[in-house]
């Protein structure tokens, strides 16, 4: 089973190296103070480390339920499950529901396609280009799957955002094919501008709505969480109560209290400027140090995807960047069977404005001799077939006297 090229690479990167690889959120952000304080009261009881319910705690329940109904997604605790994680919310779900197949974006998020793939999940890949998904190619394979995997929040690796009209009609389709669209909804709430409402408003009951801590709070307590009707839960809660019988008591108390504390607001306001800043950074240093590469500056998320000039090995260069010092993802790693592509995706969260500077440098550096070396390739094959013509065309002058001699 193929491993995922962003968690190797994390693996192997030295600690000099500049990594735009990993969606790794801005570690000076996570509001250690208040989640020492979350920590103390936690402890103070000792269920704090007993098992607990399989479909989560119920006050956490109640909060998201409540975050969901103040978006207009009526929404109540049972239709709520939490999971380690989002990751392990698409894996479960595909193991439910997309036995079948299912269609995705391409580009998708590396880490759902391993996920279905690993479970058997045959891929049925819709080309997302910047004004969205082709809605009529979408539509026909849907019709023979029912079950599609979308995120309409700055798309992972895209950064592209579905609008408004775009999630209301793929909400219709799924209505009009009585089937499920799971919406990940991971970045929804790292908007620089404004956040849309969630494309589960529009079709309720043919959605399973995916969310996470991992981006807002903290990935290292694995907490992630999956909105839908009761009967769709029912069948994903009975794989987790196999899988891990309940997420981590301890991360869910923790998570809960935070909330509580009323510092939620605040502490996303501070990442989502943060994190706006760092993305006008990263774009202002790919503009001037690496013109070729050609992109659109997203309104949220943690990444700017682009593309070099078509004859780039992505991959290729991207591991000659590595060796050199600095890295980011090739972008054919993001569809199903990592076909070569001049694709790349460059996170912005987890570095500083000088780290972007020296990275991008580094790639800019390592680029123009690619560049180089690839110009006098083509030159020296050129040459090559030239002289091959005119070796040809001598061999059959040649031949054309001899038999007529």
Not at 103 to 110: C, D, G, I, W
Not at 187 to 197: H, I, K, P, S, V
Not at 282 to 303: I, V, W
Not at 375 to 397: C, L, M, T
């Amino acid at each position: 089973m193929k491993r995922s090229f962003i968690r190797e690479i994390l693996e192997v990167i030295g600690s000099d190296t500049v990594s735009f690889a990993g969606g790794l959120p801005d570690e000076s952000l996570f509001p250690l103070e208040a989640m020492q304080k979350a920590a103390a009261d936690v402890f103070a009881s000792p269920a704090s480390l007993q098992y607990s319910l399989s479909a989560g705690i119920l006050p956490l329940r109640e909060k998201l339920a409540s975050y969901y109904t103040a978006m207009g997604l009526e929404t109540k605790p049972e239709e709520i499950l939490i999971t380690t994680g989002a990751q392990q919310a698409l894996d479960l779900i595909s193991r439910a529901y997309f036995r079948f197949g299912t269609v995705v974006e391409a580009p998708a998020y590396l880490g759902a396609l391993n996920a279905f793939s690993a479970n058997g999940c045959s891929l049925n890949p819709v080309t997302l280009e910047e004004q969205g998904l082709d809605i009529g190619a979408f539509e026909r394979r849907f019709a023979i799957t029912k079950r599609a995997y979308v995120m309409c929040d700055f798309q992972n690796p895209t950064g592209i955002s579905y609008s408004e009209a775009q999630r209301e009609e793929l909400a219709r389709i799924a209505i009009r094919h009585d089937g499920i669209i799971v919406e990940d909804g991971a970045y929804m709430e790292l908007f620089f501008e404004e956040r849309l409402a969630p494309m589960a408003l529009y079709a309720p009951h043919h959605t399973l709505h995916v969310g996470s801590f991992s981006k807002t709070l903290a990935p290292g307590l694995r907490l992630g969480w999956i909105r839908g009707d009761a009967a769709l839960l029912a069948p994903i809660l009975a794989l987790k109560e196999r899988s891990d019988l309940h997420t981590s008591t301890l991360s869910q108390l923790l998570a809960e209290r935070f909330w509580e504390s009323g510092l939620f607001g605040k502490h996303l306001r501070t990442v989502r400027s943060t994190y706006k800043a760092k993305c006008d950074a990263l774009a202002e240093e790919l503009t001037s140090q690496l013109s070729d590469f050609r992109f659109t500056k997203p309104k949220g998320g943690m990444f700017i995807y682009g593309r070099f000039p078509e004859w780039v090995d992505a991959k290729e260069l991207a591991m000659e960047c590595l060796s050199n010092g600095a890295v980011f993802v090739p972008g054919g790693e993001f569809y199903p069977g990592s076909p070569l592509c001049s694709e790349a995706r460059f996170n912005f969260t987890g570095t500083t404005p000088e780290q972007m500077r020296r990275g991008i440098a580094i790639i800019a550096r390592t680029y123009e001799a690619y560049k180089q070396r690839s110009a006098e390739a083509e030159a020296s094959f050129s040459a090559i077939a030239a002289s091959a013509a005119e070796g040809a065309s001598s061999f059959g002058v040649h031949n054309k006297r001899s038999v007529y001699a």
